[in-house]
């Protein structure tokens, strides 16, 4: 937590006015007000509260606001006044099992907790050379991802996929199945009626009881939006500096992203690459680095990415990836073929694995890996009917174990997997895998992998 020296560096008088001189979009431009960029301000409206607005940046002589909020009953002239210049929210234990808006007011229709302590919203990421190495997994419930692509405590993974192959349900399994201490997860830009049914239907009682959800829909404004994940990363910063192992995942970054490019666009930036600002990727890393492992405890963060048309190269995809500790790419081909969750392996990456998995381990998902590029590379032969089996073990392997590999690779959506089943069940596919090489099993023969 910052100390009371750092809060008062970040001070200034409040006592500070301007006054409306003309509106340009969703943007308000005030005369005689210079705050400086991230304070927020009250615009006086005619009739009504005042309007929450954050400033965003300067032109000519005046300051540029974007309001939280529609700009009803804004005219020229509304005195525009100081609120305050630094950004703090209220957290504690009590928000476990509850809902809250980007400003962190609870949305769930129930009493607002009582809060104890408070954090900065926008902190600084934990200095480089004070970060400890990562050599501890964590289980995210997921058979296909704690053995194939395991994650260690305090990294930072992708979820990368186009629209409607199910990065949303992936989420609510991770989190109740998980094994970390806590979850804090931003739904970004959502459609209203996805959040409660994520929250009921993918989340469920037993993930909602030690999770705290950040939610900020489509209909509200992109600073909301942008608020939103920084106020959830802020959330997991405090229960990290509690030592707890945090599992911070983020629907979508994609949306972060539009929401900043349209800030940055009002701000009056000129859009670079397909369209996005320059702040968009100095942004981006800001955001990322925040997550990761200290000495108190790790924020392990899982951000999906909402490819543009299944390209994986689009812009924020490319830099997201870049920035990242590795990333799991979601198929529609799979998805197409009800393989659930349809994780493309081979296209998956974790950087950190063979940190965090013994060489048992390592060398039965590298098997695993090489029956699944073996079969992909063969796969219109085999589907023909043009291969002759005996002309490449490892083909023949291959098409041997498909059916186990499939059964591994597949999970229900209520099916709870631990890490050290996955990894068991890797074993046992290595074993039968060399048998087959050998000679000794008989390629009819299955087992139950």
Request: glycine share 8%.
């Amino acid at each position: 937590m910052p100390n009371i020296a750092e809060q008062l560096e970040g001070l200034m008088p409040t006592a500070l006015c301007g006054s409306v001189a003309r509106t340009v979009g969703m943007t308000v431009s005030a005369a005689g007000f210079p705050a400086p960029v991230g304070a927020v301000a009250e615009i006086e409206r005619e009739t009504g509260a005042p309007l929450l607005a954050e400033v965003i940046g300067f032109r000519d002589e005046l300051t540029l606001l974007f309001p939280f909020s529609e700009m009803g009953g804004v005219r020229r002239g509304n005195r525009v006044r100081l609120a305050r210049t630094t950004r703090w929210l209220r957290v504690g234990q009590a928000m476990l099992g509850r809902v809250f808006n980007a400003q962190g007011i609870a949305v769930d229709q129930k009493p607002q907790p009582i809060l104890d302590d408070r954090t900065a919203i926008n902190r600084e990421p934990p200095h480089p050379c004070t970060r400890p190495r990562i050599h501890e997994p964590l289980s995210t419930g997921i058979r296909a991802m704690d053995g194939l692509l395991t994650c260690g405590r305090g990294q930072r993974m992708g979820i990368f996929a186009g629209s409607g192959v199910g990065k949303s349900i992936l989420l609510g399994m991770m989190a109740r199945y998980t094994n970390a201490d806590v979850n804090v997860i931003a739904l970004i830009g959502e459609r209203g009626r996805e959040v409660n049914e994520f929250i009921e239907r993918d989340l469920g009682p037993e993930g909602l009881a030690r999770s705290v959800v950040i939610v900020a829909t489509s209909n509200e404004p992109a600073i909301l939006r942008t608020q939103a994940a920084m106020t959830a990363t802020a959330i997991a910063e405090y229960f990290r500096d509690e030592g707890k192992s945090v599992m911070l995942m983020m629907d979508s970054l994609t949306r972060f992203a539009l929401a900043q490019r349209e800030i940055g666009l009002a701000a009056g930036e000129p859009p670079t690459t397909r369209g996005f600002p320059p702040s968009v990727f100095a942004i981006l890393p800001k955001l990322v680095e925040r997550a990761g492992r200290s000495v108190k405890g790790s924020i392990t963060a899982f951000y999906t990415v909402l490819v543009e048309a299944d390209d994986p190269n689009e812009p924020i995809a490319d830099t997201v990836r870049g920035l990242i500790d590795g990333h799991t790419w979601l198929s529609r081909r799979l998805a197409a073929r009800t393989h659930y969750p349809a994780i493309d392996v081979l296209e998956s990456l974790s950087r950190l694995m063979t940190e965090v998995i013994d060489a048992e381990h390592r060398r039965a998902a590298q098997a695993v890996r090489e029956l699944l590029a073996v079969y992909r590379d063969h796969d219109d032969l085999i589907s023909i009917g043009a291969y002759r089996r005996g002309s490449n073990k490892k083909v023949d392997a291959a098409i041997d174990l498909q059916e186990e590999l499939n059964q591994f690779l597949r999970q229900r959506i209520e099916e709870r997997s631990a890490a050290e089943d996955a990894r068991a069940g890797l074993l046992k596919l290595c074993e039968r895998y060399d048998a087959i090489l050998a000679g000794t099993s008989p390629g009819n023969v299955k087992t139950n992998g």
